[in-house]
């Protein structure tokens, strides 16, 4: 038996003839367990990863598809006598075949070979040959899917700039008059081109490309195509090329590149071809905002997972940790992203030991932090964050890094919105972080410490102090090519005007919901998808309560993660009592993030206009440390007033 998941997923008798595997739920379930690599898969998880919206039965579906699968695998098997391929192991199931007959099982074992034996070059052409297509090709965008063609594809591009390496280094100078080394470079070269016009970012490739143009007798072309590679990455991106480009180039010029091995290690010990030039570029794009913040992202996970493939782990842990990115919003943009990030993170802190310097575990655990968004974590996750958090910190400071304690700081900021209330606290820690980059000279963390004291003075209702934020924020943004910290400002001056319009003489609330609508359209380009979604809605329906008027009953309108605390004044404003009591009483509480102060004082709202005084209650016991804020205030973008009115509301509504 073969399988094949590199293209579509279909599979083969030994003597080639196709198995037919039925619909696309069977293959779906197969290539999951093909992705398991012989581990035991529980049904529930099959379930989840199969149907967004598993049906009633889906259980039974399921193992109608494995029955399927086990007789299209084995049809000679007796009645009733188990499976040998396709096994049921405790309560889930597993699929039992050598790695070789698997066609990405088997070229992932022919790449870690080549890593360590030149002389695997021809397998490891074979196996790149086997790719028919992107990996899982036909199935459905499910999350395990989209991960492992993502996993896969970042190997495929590592083999193929392997392979180069591993002829190039094995191959005869042209100058000792070997027949065809020329042509053979010439091909190499052909092939490198159509590489780095797909993935022009990776400088590793532009200097096999030129090295296989220099071995082909073409010295103005390998010239010629790091001189590109200069401009890419100089009008594109403002970078400069890495050491290793520049020092190839010069070595081409004075003829003194040894044209028989690469150039040095790319900024990695031991001479390895790594990933650290791809996690510095993404560091740098992830400022700019827009698609280089979203690319900057993916490029900084697949720079990961590339350093975890070369089983060091301090090259792993370098590669994470410098990526210290200063991050304001405590929802992920990408939270599976995030995720796999803080998985990394863990396992490395894992393989390193206890004996980790201290420098290093506090990098990787103030990773674990700031990428540990709260909106998206279960109970257990948020608190081995906030203890990375708090050891990070502990770390840090025993350390004596400004920039990595600023860093770590940035950790315990996200990860102090467990309950609501706590402004006091984060505008300490964003007084810490600004006082820190002030005097050592970190202007992006200077950007987040001045944000972080705005959003706290926003949420203690302070619009002067906050507003002064905003101007030195702006300034600062100024020096440093920051372009999303006048888009956060702009909201703040949105929310502002909003509070305003309340009072007499300030702007209308037509004027303020205009003021909005401009933020919204600036941030719909910023690269924020974790911050944009809802927010416009949100802050529109907070207007509407400061003035006394019902929600916006429009179907088109996007209300993101808040829709469940918004539906119920959508209803209301429908007059649809009775639909609008259920969808209060399915209400969980809010995700303990920027926006949590703002979703229970809705959920307040919504009790007192339909009399229902539990959820009064449990929101009233929820907003009692935060008396002294503004509901919302704390993101800095919008409000709904005091918490104080609120909790007026919800004492009264739920009787005392």
Do not use: K
Not at 40 to 62: E, F, N
Not at 474 to 503: C, I, Q, Y
Not at 590 to 614: F, K, S
């Amino acid at each position: 038996m073969r399988i094949d998941v590199l293209g579509s997923v279909r599979a083969r008798r030994e003597d080639g003839t196709p198995v037919e595997l039925g619909g696309p739920r069977h293959r779906e379930v197969l290539a999951r367990l093909v992705a398991a690599e012989g581990r035991a898969v529980p049904a529930g998880t099959l379930v989840d990863d199969l149907w967004a919206d598993p049906p009633p039965r889906a259980v039974g579906a399921l193992r109608t598809f494995v029955g399927a699968l086990r007789r299209a695998l084995e049809p000679e098997r007796p009645p009733r006598a188990p499976s040998r391929l396709l096994v049921t192991e405790g309560t889930g199931y597993a699929l039992r075949l050598p790695r070789a007959d698997v066609d990405a099982h088997r070229f992932e074992d022919t790449l870690v070979r080549a890593r360590h034996d030149p002389a695997a070059a021809p397998e490891l052409t074979a196996a790149l040959a086997d790719w028919r297509g992107p990996a899982y090709a036909d199935l459905p965008d499910r999350a395990w899917a989209r991960r492992e063609r993502t996993r896969l594809e970042e190997l495929r591009l590592d083999g193929v700039e392997l392979r180069a390496r591993l002829l190039l280094d094995a191959a005869p100078h042209p100058a000792a008059g070997t027949p065809g080394s020329t042509g053979a470079a010439a091909q190499l070269a052909a092939e490198l081109g159509a590489h780095v016009d797909e993935h022009p970012w990776r400088e590793p490739a532009w200097a096999l490309l030129a090295r296989a143009l220099q071995r082909a007798g073409r010295q103005a072309d390998a010239l010629a195509a790091l001189r590109r590679a200069r401009t890419l990455l100089g009008e594109r991106l403002g970078l400069d090329p890495g050491a290793e480009l520049q020092r190839l180039e010069a070595d081409i010029l004075t003829g003194s590149a040894p044209p028989g091995r690469p150039p040095a290690a790319w900024g990695v010990p031991g001479g390895r071809l790594g990933p650290r030039t791809t996690v510095d570029l993404a560091r740098t794009l992830s400022l700019a905002g827009g698609d280089a913040l979203l690319h900057a992202r993916r490029d900084r996970l697949a720079a990961i997972h590339a350093a975890e493939r070369t089983g060091d782990p301090e090259l792993t842990a370098r590669v994470i940790g410098a990526y210290d990115v200063p991050a304001l919003w405590s929802r992920a943009d990408d939270a599976e992203q995030s995720r796999a990030v803080v998985e990394a993170a863990e396992r490395t802190l894992a393989a390193l030991g206890p004996d980790a310097p201290d420098a290093v575990a506090a990098r990787l655990l103030a990773t674990v932090a700031v990428e540990s968004r709260s909106a998206d974590l279960t109970p257990q996750r948020l608190r081995r964050a906030g203890w990375a958090a708090r050891r990070a910190e502990e770390l840090a400071r025993r350390a004596g890094d400004p920039a990595l304690l600023a860093f770590a700081l940035n950790g315990v900021f996200l990860q102090s919105f467990g309950r609501p209330g706590l402004a006091p606290d984060r505008d300490r820690t964003g007084a810490e972080i600004l006082d820190l980059a002030t005097r050592h000279d970190l202007p992006h963390f200077a950007v987040l410490g001045r944000l972080v004291r705005l959003q706290s003075a926003s949420a203690l209702g302070d619009l002067d102090a906050a507003a002064e934020h905003a101007r030195a924020a702006e300034r600062l943004a100024a020096t440093v090519e920051a372009p999303l910290v006048g888009v956060l400002t702009g909201w703040f001056r949105a929310r502002a005007a909003a509070e305003r319009s309340t009072r007499p003489g300030g702007p209308t609330a037509a004027e303020a919901a205009a003021r909005y609508r401009e933020a919204a359209a600036a941030l719909r380009t910023a690269g924020m998808p974790g911050l944009h979604r809802g927010l416009l809605p949100l802050a529109l329906l907070g207007l509407r309560l400061l003035h006394g008027r019902p929600a916006l009953v429009d179907p088109r309108l996007d209300w993101g993660p808040y829709l469940p605390w918004a539906r119920p004044h959508v209803l209301l404003a429908q007059e649809r009592r009775t639909e609008a009591a259920a969808a209060l009483a399915a209400l969980p509480d809010p995700p303990p993030d920027h926006l949590q102060e703002a979703l229970w004082c809705l959920t307040v709202r919504a009790a007192a206009r339909l009399g229902r005084p539990a959820p009064a209650a449990r929101a009233a016991e929820a907003l009692r440390g935060a008396r002294a804020e503004h509901a919302g205030a704390a993101s800095g973008l919008l409000t709904l007033g005091p918490v104080a009115r609120y909790l007026a509301e919800a004492t009264e509504t739920a009787g005392g």
